[in-house]
């Protein structure tokens, strides 16, 4: 059993960072009015969120400038319209999806940057091009994290060479992320081990991003809290892809660091995050989710049935447990 | 860390309780239609669920017939007219509220009615009341469940003597009630241990029926599943008073006996209570119910705040921060 300590105190290295318009971007495109994203950025500084995830580094060449929102690219001059010198100490982070980022060029020097932390997404199998994007971020000053993304479907085995890996590049945290929204505390609680284990060794935290798809994305991060994971993923109202990310606004009224605030997170939820919701922007919880969550699957088919409107859950229920 | 079998396996003892006429009931002031009554029970039956709450044997002399669905009440005939003999392998439950119930005139010998258990409700100042109540049902033949309520405000001194009392009864089942949606899974760990405890020494059975006012409602019954509670509360689509109860899909998803089946869940979901959610009926987690939740507070305040149809949550905050 948990000692309750670790509900009433705290761990001072615990950091909070805000995911809403990198994973909530994956809901709108990442069109976000600039009047959003600078309540956004004056939320985070009052609630003493420690790191504001922007977006992603999405290579041009790959995708669209015209089809999506700014945050989705993240240029130096798009954020600096919103944080100008970031005088704060709230600091910036992007994401920079492996094989889908031109990290050599579009990522510049931090000293010319108003970014911190790169946080660097991948999946098993292209673990040696994540320790490119690293060793790169690392050359040019940044703090990094790796984040290993569906890590439900992936073996201990491999989970223990990647790990390895990247406890012998420069990046600062491990990250587990349960793309699938599919584990249960008890399993968080075995590869936060796993995790915890090699970042001791090799002088690395661990971080957590967990999605909602069984409803257990606090539970599985307040899990983590316990286990001794310290970076902590959230995004307001939840607001993420397919079923959703673990609520900020739930993280800081659970924590007991007094350096966070819950009330300008419940003055931005109301003013904004309803907002996005009352105007047709959709994410959460709900049963295709469950389903797709359950069994372990990318939530790609339920966010499909989402987006075409469809109500026929059993329908669906019927295809994917058929897909198997 | 919890044996990971725990996950894979299953306990044959696990009983699956619906309460979703009895809890949903405090949502819509329980106006069902006999449609999804009716429909309700054939899908606990395919479901394998073990036990369906059909609502509350309210007094009707303090409660006006007029203003009320009958479910409140469950008369014998209201109850035949679904379930006529009732010959399945689910057993019906109806809830005594004690001090709300006139169960020496309302509940007739067990052999003359439906109804399979009495589910006596109490909270921790009423325990001898509660003796009464459930020395008169077994007198009648009843299996008998005792829900001790609001939890997490009562202390465990009192909690040790509640549960002595109990367990010197014919009372079957000890209920832990988190009526505040207030507790995290370390905590269900200590109290579900405490309940063990006296159940194993008086030879009684656990249950949990949780809320989902910080989105814990299934991981903490998940959490007690694991540290040895046999009795859960779900109710579809989670419906039930303000944030609403664990969700019955998600349980069926999640446990592992064979004979739980999700798809009429799932069918059931689809067809009725995504309708009642099109109606208009409003339960489920929204920032007012974290807040009563994270305070420790009875939601009334926030059921309140709901049918008013407020937005102001950052007013509501304050106003609940400052009564204590």
Redesign the interface.
């Known amino acids: ?2 000692e ?1 300590s ?2 009433m105190g705290y761990r001072p290295d615990i950091k909070l960072v805000d995911a809403t318009l990198r994973d909530g971007g994956l809901v709108n495109d990442f069109y976000f009015t600039d009047e959003f994203v600078k309540k956004l950025y004056q939320t985070n500084i009052a609630a003493g969120v420690d790191y504001m995830e922007l977006g992603y580094k999405a290579s041009r060449a790959m995708f669209d400038e015209d089809k999506f929102g700014k945050w989705k690219f993240c240029k130096e001059d798009d954020i600096r319209q919103i944080v100008g010198e970031n005088d704060t100490d709230l600091k910036l982070a992007v994401m920079a999806d492996v094989g889908r980022c031109d990290y050599k060029k579009d990522i510049i020097d931090r000293s010319e940057s108003a970014i911190d932390l790169i946080r660097v997404a991948t999946y098993i199998n292209t673990i040696p091009a994540a320790v490119d994007v690293i060793e790169d971020a690392a050359n040019k000053g940044y703090e990094i994290s790796c984040n290993i993304m569906a890590i439900s479907n992936t073996q201990e085995s491999d989970i223990k060479v990647a790990l390895d890996v990247l406890g012998q590049t420069p990046v600062d945290v491990f990250y587990i992320v349960d793309s699938n929204g599919a584990l ?4 968080i ?2 590869i936060a ?1 796993l995790f915890l284990e090699f970042a001791e060794k090799y002088g690395k935290k661990v971080g957590i991003h967990a999605h ?1 798809n ?6 599985n991060t ?2 983590a809290v ?1 286990d001794g994971v310290d970076w902590l993923d959230g995004t307001y109202s939840g607001m993420g892809r397919g079923a959703g990310n673990c ?1 900020m ?2 993280l800081l ?2 924590l007991r660091n007094p350096k966070y605030n ?2 300008p997170a ?2 931005f ?2 003013s904004q995050m ?1 907002k996005l919701i009352e105007e047709g922007t959709v994410w959460g919880y709900d ?1 295709q989710y ?2 797709t969550g ?1 069994m372990n699957q990318h939530p790609r088919t339920a966010i499909q049935f989402t987006k075409e409107n469809r ?4 329908e669906f ?1 019927k295809e994917v447990a058929t897909q198997i």
């Open positions: 059993m948990k309750l670790k509900l249960f505390p008890e399993q609680a075995r081990d909602n069984q409803q257990m994305a606090f539970a307040v899990e316990g609520a606004e739930l009224g659970f819950l009330y419940i003055r939820v109301e309803k049963l469950l389903i359950m109500k026929d859950y059993s229920y």
